[in-house]
């Protein structure tokens, strides 16, 4: 399967600083998106980059996509208390009508 | 800003009992699709539907899982006869195209006693 796992599983920064979140996979896929998931909560859909993509941005946020390695990256630039959460990254099947989720990175951000 | 919205939040039902887990896309998807989340353990995708049939489902997705669109709106899960191991948060996810931004429901979380 094209499975995401990220790495690493928990982080811990103070407000203000960079986190960054590394996801790996497996498979060929023809996109591959970002969410993030407060405790016992839905999922929030944050990003998406497509496979033909090596940098996207929207706000605070930046993906890079490296499929020659099967990994992307998320950047929370001056991170805030509220950046508070787990962050999954999901590469979805080439059909695209599949996404395999990893076991998620846990954020904290301390104030 | 749409959204998609399952009922209910949080249901608790017997084992051996049938269940079923309400979904509204938003309005204008057609790819429509359910995920599941054990406490604790990764969200795993169980089925995906499109055009009024399920075009990819994972292992989970045995014969005790159906799917249905009844109307132009609802998309529902059922679970014919509960087990304890299907205590779980269900989600539920559209988009309007193949690879493109899935949204999530908020998720209903199903306790199996």
């Known amino acids: 399967s094209q499975q995401g796992e990220e790495d690493p599983q928990a982080l811990s920064i103070q407000e203000g600083e960079n986190a960054t979140m590394n996801c790996s996979y497996k498979t060929s896929i023809n996109n591959l998106q970002w969410y993030r998931q407060n405790s016992g909560r839905g999922l929030v859909h944050l990003i998406l980059i497509r496979s033909n993509e090596r940098e996207k941005h929207s706000g605070r946020l930046r993906v890079t996509l490296d499929t020659s390695k099967k990994s992307s990256s998320l950047l929370i630039t001056a991170s805030r208390a509220a950046d508070t959460a787990s962050y999954f990254c999901a590469p979805a099947s080439p059909a695209g009508n599949m996404l395999t989720f990893g076991g998620g990175t846990r954020l904290m951000v301390k104030p | 800003e749409p959204e998609v919205t399952q009922t209910p939040s949080h249901q608790v039902t017997q084992m051996g009992q049938e269940v079923i887990l309400r979904c509204v896309p938003i309005?204008?998807?057609?790819?429509f699709y359910w995920y599941r989340q054990i406490l604790g353990q990764k969200v795993e995708f169980l089925v995906s539907?499109?055009?009024?049939?399920?075009?990819?489902k994972s292992e989970i997705f045995d014969d005790q899982f159906s799917v249905e669109r009844p109307d132009g709106s609802n998309f529902t899960l059922k679970i014919r006869s509960t087990k304890l191991e299907d205590s779980a948060m269900y989600f539920c996810a559209s988009n309007g195209q193949l690879n493109t931004e899935a949204f999530f429901g908020q998720g209903t979380r199903l306790t199996v006693v």
């Open positions: 309005s204008n998807h057609l790819y």
């Open positions: 539907f499109y055009n009024n049939e399920i075009s990819e």
